[in-house]
């Protein structure tokens, strides 16, 4: 009869044990979970509020710190962590504040928790339970003001764009007119290339005297000649000496009426170039005349 009597005494005693017991929970059915706690349905843009992460694995794995991105797309700002050691698990709490920072709402998200395994190289990850957060203006149409941004987004002010704009459009149009009058003079300081027929009508027209002004005319009667001879069979006429050129003209099939005359008004410029010899003006007309021949019929 006594131990009946006891038996209440001996419930009350243990469920009082039990009450003032540490705090301590069952060892979670996964070895790995994660769980965001605090997280609202509606968060304002770039306004922070406060959450909790609360990560569990078991002691078969090893859980490195909470990093920075643990609640990507939002940013987490960490505020203190308290790790515990139970009988069967780790269990870790983080508090701290999170903010979103882009206008598209979180539709089925959830966060990534990972871990390695103590015995091997493999990790494993887990996704907490998915959750949806709206993301709304900072201030209502009814404000009678812009929706106000986060601070970590910057766009520049439309004055401050269009003055970089106006700047470097009339930088480029500067430099463009300035390329452009380079160009324009460097034409204009192109000496102009007269053909052979314009060459011989130029000293057609000249009565030379001296010594000296027959040896500038014979110079640029052969000029015009070898001019010729290099436009019409792409030689380099004006560098090579007469032989050097009769070897190359002789050569050519289509030339062959005119090569005599050439050679004699090529080999008489070089007499007086050279050998400084006499000049009879019956005699440089004649080879004028053969000159400006040969090159009407290469042009026929």
């Known amino acids: ?16 044990l039990t009450a003032c017991a540490p705090d301590s929970e069952p060892a979670p059915e996964a070895d790995l979970s994660i769980e965001i706690l605090g997280l609202p349905e509606s968060v304002e843009l770039g306004e922070a509020f406060p959450v909790t992460i609360v990560r569990r694995w078991s002691r078969d ?19 203190d962590t308290v790790r515990e050691s139970l009988p069967t698990h780790w269990r870790e709490r983080t508090r701290g504040s999170a903010r979103a920072l882009d206008f598209e709402g979180l539709a089925n998200w959830s966060a990534r928790f990972e871990a390695r395994a103590l015995l091997g190289t493999s990790t494993k990850s887990v996704h907490s339970t998915p959750q949806t957060l709206r993301i709304l203006p900072a201030r209502t149409p009814t404000d009678g003001m812009d929706a106000e941004l986060p601070r970590d987004l910057h766009f520049m002010a439309p004055g401050v764009l269009v003055l970089f704009v106006t700047s470097a459009t009339l930088i480029c149009a500067f430099c463009l007119l300035r390329h452009w009058l380079r160009l324009r003079r460097e034409r204009q300081a192109l000496p102009l290339r007269l053909t052979p027929q314009a060459r011989l009508a130029a000293i057609a027209g000249q009565k030379p005297l001296s010594a000296a002004e027959w040896d500038a005319w014979h110079v640029e009667l052969s000029a015009a000649l070898r001019a010729h001879w290099e436009e019409r069979f792409h030689i380099a006429a004006p560098r090579m000496t007469t032989e050097e050129l009769a070897v190359d003209l002789e050569a050519n099939a289509r030339c062959t009426k005119e090569l005599p005359p050439s050679l004699e008004v090529l080999r008489a410029c070089d007499a007086v170039k050279f050998a400084a010899a006499a000049v009879r003006d019956a005699e440089a007309q004649q080879h004028l005349a053969n000159a400006r021949t040969v090159v009407n019929r290469g042009q026929s």
């Open 1 to 16: 009869m006594k131990r009946y009597l006891m038996l209440p005494w001996l419930v009350g005693i243990v469920l009082c």
């Open 61 to 79: 794995y090893a859980a490195g710190p909470l990093p920075a991105s643990a609640l990507s797309p939002l940013a987490f700002e960490a505020a």
